[in-house]
């Protein structure tokens, strides 16, 4: 029998969770939360779901059996906490939470619901990034690594309202970077040093740039970014013994380069990563199994953004909080 999925947060982003609940045959949309209620009404019936007016009902809804949170991150703490006390299981838009100590009080209230919750860096199933994924052990132990990932101003008045946001663009774009940094080297980091500045925006930073120590030294990457452009890239560079990856998720372009040859990688279908991450939470669900992003991930991303802005208050570089 279906799961009966309910979706708190279905504005700009959260629309695309709502979208492709259909294409996840092991779901069933059950309920939608959104404060715009006019909107939210209007998205109910053109999905033939209930409609709730706050996220508590919806958590109390009894034909609602997980839920999908996609919602500013300041919200997620009194979210995920009420839900993993109802049982809930959780699919949640990252970042995990504005800050470590809020990461850290989901994360036990999700141990002692003994709950499935998953964080949805969606990145990680984007075709650019398996093919990397794929190619990696091809050029030797990893020294060195460059992110980067820059794209237009957004039209989200709040995303720059820091009260709400909780951050600018460390928190809610730098968090993909910092956790593909982990997953495609297989290291955590130990210490950062950042700086941030603001092109358009006035309460948060829209462009940063950052050095990432991993392992106590035995790699460093380079991450940074802006949302202050009319252009878009997402680049990754990774540097090894024997040889470079190079691609950009959003081009769809990967290579691996020894010396001055360039050897194109094959780099299937565009995926659509909403619904690619919706399936995994399911599969996840239905398989009584960890997901493949977990609460510690979510974590470690937003760990890596707190030293982030650690280090910009400072002026020097600053260590990473342990999950």
């Known amino acids: 029998m279906a799961v009966g999925i309910g979706i708190i947060g279905t504005g700009k982003h959260g629309a695309r969770y709502l979208q492709h609940v259909a294409d996840v045959p092991a779901f069933r949309l059950a309920a939608i939360c959104r404060q715009d209620r006019d909107a939210g009404t209007r998205q109910a019936s053109d999905y033939a779901c209930r409609f709730h007016g706050q996220a508590q009902a919806l958590i109390d809804d009894p034909d609602v059996e997980a839920i999908i949170t996609v919602v500013p991150p300041t919200l997620n703490v009194?979210?995920?906490?009420?839900?993993?006390?109802?049982?809930?299981?959780?699919?949640?838009?990252?970042?995990?939470?504005?800050?470590?100590?809020?990461?850290?009080?989901?994360?036990?209230?999700?141990?002692r619901a003994g709950t499935t919750a998953m964080v949805a860096h969606t990145l990680r199933f984007n075709a650019v990034v398996q093919a990397l994924a794929d190619a990696r052990s091809t050029v030797g132990d990893l020294h060195a690594a460059v992110l980067t990932q820059r794209f237009e101003p957004s039209a989200l008045s709040w995303l720059d309202r820091r009260a709400i946001a909780g951050g600018g663009i460390i928190l809610h774009t730098g968090v993909h970077s910092f956790d593909l940094v982990r997953h495609l080297s297989g290291r955590e980091a130990t210490r950062v040093s950042a700086q941030a500045w603001q092109v358009v925006t006035r309460e948060t930073e829209d462009a940063f740039a950052a050095i990432v120590e991993l392992d106590s030294g035995a790699m460093r990457a380079m991450v940074g970014g802006s949302r202050a452009t009319a252009g878009r890239c997402g680049a990754i560079e990774l540097a090894g013994r024997d040889g470079q990856l190079v691609g950009d998720h959003v081009h769809g372009t990967a290579a691996r380069l020894v010396r001055t040859d360039r050897e194109a990688l094959p780099v299937g279908a565009p995926v659509h990563t909403v619904p690619a991450i919706m399936q995994e939470f399911a599969a996840a669900l239905i398989e009584r199994r960890a997901p493949a992003i977990t609460v510690a991930d979510g974590t470690a991303a937003v760990a890596i953004a707190e030293a982030c802005y650690r280090s910009i208050e400072s002026g020097r570089p600053e260590d990473v909080e342990r999950p």
Do not use: D, F, H, M
């Not at 970042?95 to 990461?103: D, G, H, K, M, Q």
């Open 78 to 111: 009194g979210i995920v906490t009420a839900a993993a006390r109802a049982g809930k299981a959780l699919l949640i838009e990252k970042p995990l939470a504005a800050s470590v100590a809020e990461c850290r009080t989901i994360s036990e209230a999700v141990a």
